[in-house]
Antibody, heavy 121, light 107 residues
Framework: EVQLVQSGAEVKQPGESLKISCEGS????????IDWVRQMPGKGLEWMGT????????KYSPSFQGQVSISADTSITTAYLQWSSLKASDTAMYYC??????????????WGQGTLVTVSS | DIQMTQSPSSLSASVGDRVTMTCRAS??????LAWYQQKPGKVPELLIY???TLQSGVPSRFSGSGSGTDFTLTISSLQPEDVAIYYC?????????FGQGTKVEIK
């Protein structure tokens, strides 16, 4: 079965670091871009950035550039979204999503189940 | 960066009604436009890509049109299970911006 499985919910304090994951299976992981999308409570979808695991080419939204880091480990077919110092405003659901075809200009058709990140003191 | 603007922000219609919502790009994006449906508490699902191509498994009452800067998503006969927020997204280049969403409710 082709799927993306994300890591579980996290509760962190402001200033802490965090790395959440998105494991792909059932397809050739290195051939498809994976996007990260944020959804703050009660709000819309925000595109954060994307990575091509095959060569680690990464693109960020200007809104998230420098705030998060996207990476991938092809040996375990997993993409990551990482923060070095969390803020309360990072509280949100985070989704990973795979592009439908092997190429950049495709809409994501496969989504992970989401990882809820709560940042609170 | 290209901005995506959806209208209306919400709408209420009766079961069986024809429903139309729009998405406007601040610059031309050819047909690199997707529509997603997000039901309450659920993961977004791809409905339409390339502005007008129906994703496999999506009911035929959904249709998309447009190119360049102006796009439309139509539900030909609104069903109770269509209650959701609908988002457009441009995906031809980074940033792959989403619209702010249109919330569809049953009257």
């Amino acid at each position: 079965e082709v799927q993306l499985v994300q890591s579980g919910a996290e509760v962190k304090q402001p200033g802490e670091s965090l790395k959440i994951s998105c494991e792909g299976s059932g397809y050739t992981f290195t051939n498809y871009w994976i996007d990260w999308v944020r959804q703050m409570p009660g709000k819309g979808l925000e595109w954060m950035g994307t990575i091509f695991p095959g060569d680690s080419d990464t693109k960020y939204s200007p809104s998230f550039q420098g705030q998060v880091s996207i990476s991938a480990d092809t040996s375990i077919t997993t993409a990551y979204l990482q923060w070095s110092s969390l803020k309360a405003s990072d509280t949100a659901m985070y989704y990973c999503a795979r592009h439908a075809e092997s190429g950049y200009n495709y809409a994501p058709d496969l989504w992970g189940q989401g990882t809820l990140v709560t940042v609170s003191s | 960066d290209i901005q995506m603007t959806q209208s209306p922000s919400s709408l209420s219609a009766s079961v069986g009604d024809r429903v139309t919502m729009t998405c406007r790009a601040s610059q031309g994006i050819s047909s690199y436009l997707a529509w997603y449906q997000q039901k309450p508490g659920k993961v977004p699902e791809l409905l339409i890509y390339a502005a007008s191509t129906l994703q496999s498994g999506v009911p035929s009452r959904f249709s998309g049109s447009g190119s360049g800067t102006d796009f439309t998503l139509t539900i030909s006969s609104l069903q109770p299970e269509d209650v959701a927020i609908y988002y457009c997204q441009k995906y031809n280049s980074a940033p792959r911006t989403f619209g702010q969403g249109t919330k569809v409710e049953i009257k």
